[in-house]
């Protein structure tokens, strides 16, 4: 039989490119928009990412001037000056923005025209500047991390602080603790704060980490516990063998927030402390362990612990203030901080300078109001208030200061709103239990500690939290 043809014969060769026009498919396919135009301008090849993106096509465009397509062309800067241009951005009226490298062509020497390869960068911008606002939101909450930066170090924080030290720094060797605060107050800072202080005294080596946990996170206590203990292959079905976030903390601090939790898990913990050796879930082997527990809680842990586990854990019990029980210089002192932050970050994130001022209403409107959810609301509300008023990335471009005043009107809440209160009653409320603080004073004259006059307080018809009559002891021995 005769073989018409054998595909073994043809043999692909570089002049077959051009033979077959398999060049000009190939730079059809590549991402990149190419334009080459001859001395005077005109075009000679578009491919057919560059015709998209001229919203034309290219038999309409060879023969044509590339100005008639691309005002701004980078090629005709390069016919004009015959030397190349690299990564030039190209910023179009409507949404086109291009990064665009052009080059002249020679030919035997001879000056001849030039070519451009360009991608549009729209998407990688606004994915920048997705970025960008992210990582300044990421600056904006992330927790001070040394004390000179903390409001309050003077003030009401002051004891704390000290405590807090003595927790990990004192000579007897690091203690675990308990830190108590409503939602808000710099819990989870101070335990960083903690952190960060045993590390600089050497109690605990540069490496050694920090693992957090908020135990409240989870729907059942079974799923905290295997998080924070481990498990092994079998314990329970589908489980598979894990390593707890105890074994993780091996050598530095496991904090657990709303530790309380833990429910009837308490009982590992306290066996973990006692022993300093801790058990998978499932498992027969114990595992020694060599951490510091910082647990925190919004909630009395004295009435939701275990009595035991209470007493290893509360060798220090830190109690942070409410905003409301700060002084209104601090809370002033606190809106400068946060409003300092977003200047920071936004100089530093766009190189510009950023001359923010507050209108003095929406400032008296923002220190005025009542924040349930404490600092944390309190920030939120600057940031989003200057969110507000400032002008979006896009709008910033080639600028090297930007001017911004925050009106009421930027900010989140109506200044008349019910949650607002005025400076005067911002005071009232914390002197509100005039009688309250004498009848205290009185106890405390017995020689009453706190939690028993928070029970004598009951039957004066006072529902006041332990803590906050310890605060207030604390406070009132620092007057004198
Ligand atoms: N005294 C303070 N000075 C400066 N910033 C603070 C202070 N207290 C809290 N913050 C900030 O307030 C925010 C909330 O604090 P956080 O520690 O998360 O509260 P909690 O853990 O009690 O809910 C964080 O951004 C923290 O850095
Ligand atoms: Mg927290």
Redesign the pocket.
């Known amino acids: 039989m005769k073989k018409c043809c054998n595909a073994g014969d043809f043999i692909l060769k570089y002049e077959d490119l051009y033979k077959h026009k398999l060049l000009e498919k190939i730079l059809d396919y590549c991402k990149d928009g190419i334009n080459v135009v001859n001395s005077d301008g005109i075009l000679v090849y578009s491919n057919k990412i560059s015709a998209d993106y001229a919203n034309s096509n290219r038999s309409d465009m060879i023969g044509k001037h590339i100005a008639a397509f691309y005002p701004q062309a980078a090629v005709l800067k390069v016919l004009k000056n015959k030397n190349a241009l690299l990564d030039k951005k190209i910023h179009y009226v409507g949404k086109k923005k291009y990064v665009i490298s052009s080059y002249p062509i020679y030919i035997d020497n001879e000056f001849q025209g030039a070519f451009s390869v360009f991608q549009d960068i729209q998407e990688i911008e606004e994915l920048n500047n997705r970025i960008k606002s992210l990582e300044l939101h990421l600056t904006?909450?992330?927790?001070?991390d040394n004390i000179s930066?903390?409001?309050?170090?003077t003030g009401?924080?002051q004891n704390v602080l000290v405590r807090a030290k003595r927790t990990v720094g004192s000579l007897a060797g690091p203690r675990h603790s308990i830190?108590i605060?409503?939602?808000?107050?710099?819990?989870?800072?101070?335990?960083?704060l903690i952190y960060k202080y045993a590390i600089d005294v050497g109690v605990l080596d540069k490496k050694a980490p920090f693992i957090e946990i908020n135990c409240g996170q989870f729907t059942n206590p079974d799923i905290a516990a295997v998080e924070i203990f481990g498990s092994e292959e079998g314990a329970y079905t589908g489980s598979k063998q894990k390593k707890g976030l105890f074994e993780q903390a091996n050598g530095g601090i496991l904090f657990l927030?709303e530790a309380h939790a833990l429910e009837k898990y308490q009982t590992l913990l306290l066996k973990a402390i006692e022993s300093g050796r801790i058990r998978r879930i499932g498992c027969s082997r114990d595992i020694a362990v060599d951490v510091i527990i910082i647990a925190?809680s919004?909630k009395n842990l004295k009435e939701e612990m275990l009595p035991e586990l209470y007493q290893r854990l509360a060798q220090y019990e830190l109690y942070?203030p409410s905003l409301m029980e700060r002084s209104f210089e601090?809370k002033r002192?606190?809106f400068n901080?946060?409003v300092d932050k977003y200047i920071r970050a936004v100089e530093n994130l766009h190189g510009i300078n950023f001359n923010l001022s507050f209108n003095k209403d929406a400032e008296e409107a923002i220190l005025s109001a009542n924040y349930p959810?404490?600092?944390?609301q309190?920030?939120d509300v600057i940031n989003y208030s200057i969110d507000a008023s400032t002008p979006l990335i896009s709008d910033i471009k080639g600028k090297d200061t930007i001017y911004v005043i925050v009106d009421k009107e930027h900010l989140p809440f109506e200044p008349d709103d019910q949650s607002v209160t005025t400076k005067a009653k911002h005071e009232k409320k914390i002197n509100l239990d005039k009688r309250a603080e004498i009848i205290i004073k009185d106890y405390h004259n017995l020689g009453y500690g706190p939690r028993r006059i928070a029970q004598k307080m009951l039957n004066e018809g006072y529902e006041i939290e332990y803590y906050r009559i310890a605060y207030y002891l604390r406070k009132l021995k620092s007057q004198f």
């Open positions: 904006l909450s992330r927790p001070e930066s903390v409001i309050g170090n009401s924080l830190i605060g409503e939602s808000g107050t710099g819990k989870t800072m101070l335990a960083n927030d925190a919004t942070i601090e002192s606190l901080h946060f959810r404490n600092i944390r309190l920030r």
